[in-house]
């Protein structure tokens, strides 16, 4: 219906030349029609005339695959006819339906999840990974070619401070796991910190002092670092393979240092960016408002986040020659990403900058209250968070006798799915007891739905393509509107990437479809009605499987 409210918009403004929102509400059951708009009451005022009127002179532009009733003080009903709808879905329908081409091939490189090298992934880096995934593909079902790239943390001192660390560990380097190196490197950390207050700095020695021996291509060195890169990345790639994640590329925080720190050099030269007197490097951006400059680079010359971004900003500009970026990162570097974006502009770099942000992940505490989501430990791993789920859906589903890839299916369906209730910019709330259930807005649920539709096309196969001559598609009104609207969601949600718009129509086509088996048998019905039903199923299961395709949730054989 939505096209038939941009109509209405349309006309008002060429008749009375105002601008009015216009909505459409449900018409009582005891009154024919559909929809009711009370738009002709809102002009009344300033056009002069009466409601009635002003109903009838728009009712006479709108288009004739409805029809329209002039209704009490002057309310404009719309009677849809469910063969209309099904001629509009029949047209329009084809292998892509719901994507579109406004993208025009541009590229757009979408970025996540970003992990850090030298730790166990966690739930921290769950939403980069979601998000991203589905900006990817929300972007390419809109035309953009999309070049994904996993921004690893992997530059500075890390591998110091792991290499000093599992020295003193006694840890043998065959044997030695990618969490063995979280914990070493958290008690680096600690015991460094205690080591600089207490005015000595024999770890942190060490600690240069490898970077120095890696650097000068010692061999002892050399391997320290490629075993603990692999270490760390087969597990990077490990838990992506569990989320269904992948990009094309890793070119991670390290390859960009020397690129960042040439800018950086050519724009001191050049007069753009500031030197300060203690060495550092500055970019003013009070021109932006932004009254903290960037700092792009360190006293000593090192290289920063920033440095390394501004060559990977860089790269992708100018390289990949993308028209487009799109980065998965947390609320809490917003503020960093204002700042790179204002150092772009400034540099003269044009193209679209988007930090697609989100909010934390929180559970509820042992006081009843919400907090940021930890564990004893610490930091709650991902893997932790996956195993969780998978023993959930197979207590939760105990009887569909699930085969491994479904129960990996549908837990981090779940998981997935729940990243995309509400707005990205709130926080999400861990909650298993919804996340998880096969009622209410959850994954699952969305999910039970696609496997039901395809239940009932395998056991009515025979009928599938048959003719249905001119069924009149009475029971079927409100599945074909859900369907004809999802283009211009997919469309509607290219700009800002709001993927809980799509979630939230997966779940309320699912909820559709249950509506609609509860009036309208299949299998029951004789055979030009279930040919005709038959035809709808399975354009609703292509819509929800492209829908929740779109957010990375992947539909399982069976539940
Ligand atoms: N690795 C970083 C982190 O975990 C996120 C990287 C974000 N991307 C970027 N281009 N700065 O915080």
Redesign the pocket.
């Known amino acids: 219906m939505d096209s038939l409210k941009t109509k209405i918009i349309e006309i008002v403004k060429r008749l009375y030349g105002v601008e009015v929102p216009v909505e459409f509400s449900a018409v009582p059951a005891d009154i024919d029609g559909d929809y009711s708009c009370n738009v002709a009451m809102r002009l009344a005022k300033a056009a002069g005339k009466a409601p009635r009127e002003i109903a009838a002179e728009i009712i006479a532009e709108l288009p004739s695959e409805y029809s329209y009733a002039v209704a009490g003080p002057g309310f404009i009903n719309i009677t849809v006819s469910g063969q209309a709808l099904f001629g509009q879905l029949k047209e329009a329908w084809n292998e892509d339906y719901g994507y579109n081409d406004s993208g025009a091939g541009r590229i757009a490189v979408s ?1 996540f999840p ?3 090298m030298a730790k166990p992934y966690s739930v ?2 769950l939403r ?1 990974g979601t998000q991203g995934w589905a900006a990817k593909r929300i972007l390419e079902a809109n035309g953009w070619k999309v070049i994904t790239d996993n ?3 992997d530059a500075g001192t890390p591998f110091g401070i792991w290499a000093t660390g599992f020295k003193l560990s006694g840890l043998d380097i065959d044997t030695v796991t990618i969490y063995d190196l979280g914990e070493i490197y958290i008690k680096m950390k600690t015991d460094m910190k205690a080591e600089e207050a207490a005015g000595k700095h024999e770890l942190a020695d060490a600690a240069q002092d490898w970077l120095l021996r890696l650097e000068a291509g010692e061999a002892e060195a050399v391997e320290l670092s490629e075993r603990f890169n692999k270490i760390s990345l087969d597990h990077i790639h490990s838990v992506m393979k569990r989320m269904n994640l992948s990009t094309d590329y890793e070119l991670g ?1 390290s390859f960009f240092v020397e690129r960042g720190k040439a800018l950086v050099q050519k724009y001191l030269n050049e007069g753009v960016f500031v030197k300060n007197p203690d060495g550092s490097v500055i970019c003013p951006l009070d021109e932006f408002g932004i009254e903290v400059p960037m700092l792009m680079l360190k006293s000593n010359g090192a290289a920063l ?1 920033a440095t390394t ?1 501004l060559g ?1 900003l860089d790269y992708r500009l100018h390289e990949w020659k993308a028209d487009r970026l799109v ?1 998965a ?2 609320a809490e ?1 917003k503020f ?1 990403f204002e700042q790179l974006f204002a150092v772009a502009k400034k540099l003269g770099w044009k193209a679209e900058l988007q930090h697609v942000w989100f909010g934390t992940i929180d559970q509820v505490g042992p006081d009843g209250k919400r907090e940021k989501m930890s564990s004893r430990k610490g930091v709650v791993l991902l893997e932790a968070m996956l195993d969780d789920a998978e023993k959930r859906v197979r207590e939760n589903f105990s009887d569909a006798e699930l085969s491994d890839e479904d129960v990996r299916k549908i837990s981090t369906g779940a998981i997935k799915y729940s990243d995309f209730i509400g707005d990205r910019k709130t926080g999400i709330l861990y909650d298993p007891a919804k996340i998880f259930a096969l009622t209410g807005q959850s994954g699952p649920f969305c999910q039970y739905a696609c496997v039901r539709m395809r239940r009932i096309l395998e056991k009515n196969a025979d009928f599938a393509g048959a003719e249905f001559g001119d069924y009149d598609f009475a029971a079927e009104k409100a599945v074909l509107q859900k369907l004809l609207d999802f283009p211009a969601l997919v469309a509607g949600v290219a700009d800002n990437l709001e993927a809980h718009r799509i979630a939230g129509y997966c779940f309320e086509l699912a909820q559709e479809m249950n509506r609609y088996y509860e009036n309208a048998p299949i299998s029951t019905a004789e055979d030009s009605v279930r040919a005709a039903r038959l035809w709808l199923v399975e354009k609703a299961a292509a819509v929800l499987e492209r829908g929740l395709d779109l957010l990375g949730v992947e539909i399982p054989e069976k539940m």
Do not use: A, K, W
Request: include cysteine; charge should be negative.
């Open positions: 970025e970003s992990t850090n921290g880096h980069p921004h690893l943390g925080e986040y971004d990977c980065y990162v947390g570097q960093y």
